[in-house]
């Protein structure tokens, strides 16, 4: 009988002493933004002075397949086999580890980062807790285009990147549903983030508003845009400008060709002084001359061709 009362103490102390080492996680679950720093915090029992040489701790992520992102042996920190997603990304805040925190910092959370995590530690006993990170994109600024396709009719345009997947609903200045008349197509990147156009064609007199609204479910959000039909501010400066850029051209036509005609005067006149005596040479130099072409035209040539043969007969 003796035998299996001992087994029995020696059992239930064993078990006793391996749960005095519990791994606890204050918070199993952080939402971020992409592109902002995250600090997960997994803590454990130190008594006394932490024995850095005694101690193991790890972090890891459950994909489909584990991805270490973190790992200290016997107190040395290993940065060989951590997975290429985290590489320069990972800090574990050292300072705390005497105070019982393992506390994972990631710099510039990615939408990839997003996961199960298992924080692993090792001392004088082993556990570990999992923890959950969630990575969203609010969809936060929104490119409008409205454009008159004639006739009354009006195609509005709504643009914006995010994540989670975001519906875009559309209505009129009486808040009606004009979601089913639009056309929403969404695109992916290997950035996982959602592009999402949405357009409504929709036939509208001058001065109504329409309303864009992507409306984020998973993060209970919703970002709205204002689309303003008007006589177009825009149409109308354009068109000024084009008349101005019009008139510049004309003028910068009529000069050009002024200062071009009196080039030409001038280089005829010159060609004309230093055309005595002349030769068969300088006939066959004058048609085969390209610099004097382009301010010549074919009939200026044929007087000028006239004019050497009288001076020759
Ligand atoms: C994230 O942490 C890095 C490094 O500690 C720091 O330079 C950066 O400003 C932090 N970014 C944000 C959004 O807090
Ligand atoms: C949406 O787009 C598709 C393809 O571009 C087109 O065939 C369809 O008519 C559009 N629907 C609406 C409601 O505009
Ligand atoms: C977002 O907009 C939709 C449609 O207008 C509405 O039903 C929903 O309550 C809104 N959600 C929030 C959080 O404002």
Aim: glycine share 4%; with cysteine.
């Amino acid at each position: 009988m003796e035998k299996p009362l001992l087994l029995y103490i020696f059992l239930f102390y064993w078990h006793f002493l391996n749960a005095l080492f519990t791994v606890e996680a204050p918070q199993s679950l952080y939402t971020v933004e992409r592109g902002s720093n995250v600090t997960m915090e997994c803590t454990f029992p130190v008594k006394g002075e932490l024995m850095f040489r005694d101690l193991s701790v790890s972090w890891e992520k459950k994909d489909e397949i584990k991805k270490q992102v973190y790992s200290l042996l016997k107190g040395k920190e290993d940065f060989k086999n951590q997975h290429s997603d985290f590489k320069g990304r990972i800090k574990l805040l050292k300072e705390n580890l005497s105070l019982g925190q393992s506390l994972l910092q990631i710099t510039d959370v990615k939408l990839r980062d997003a996961g199960i995590y298992q924080c692993v530690i090792g001392y004088r006993g082993a556990d570990y807790k999992t923890i959950n990170l969630k990575v969203n994109a609010p969809y936060r600024t929104i490119t409008q285009g409205v454009v008159s396709t004639g006739d009354n009719e009006w195609k509005l345009t709504c643009q914006s990147e995010g994540y989670p997947q975001a519906e875009v609903i559309w209505q009129n200045r009486e808040y009606e549903d004009l979601t089913d008349k639009a056309n929403t197509s969404y695109e992916t990147g290997n950035d996982q983030l959602y592009h999402v156009t949405s357009t409504l064609t929709i036939k509208s007199s001058i001065d109504e508003i329409f309303y864009c609204i992507f409306r984020n479910k998973e993060l209970r959000e919703n970002t709205s845009a204002i689309l303003h039909i008007a006589d177009s501010a825009d149409g109308v400066l354009w068109t000024e400008s084009r008349r101005f850029v019009g008139a510049i051209l004309i003028v910068t036509a009529f000069f050009g060709s002024v200062l071009l005609f009196m080039l030409c005067l001038r280089k005829a006149r010159a060609n004309k002084d230093n055309r005595t005596p002349v030769t068969s040479s300088s006939r066959a130099k004058v048609s085969n001359n390209k610099d004097t072409h382009d301010c010549r035209d074919v009939s200026f040539e044929e007087k000028e061709l006239k004019y050497i043969q009288i001076e020759k007969t």
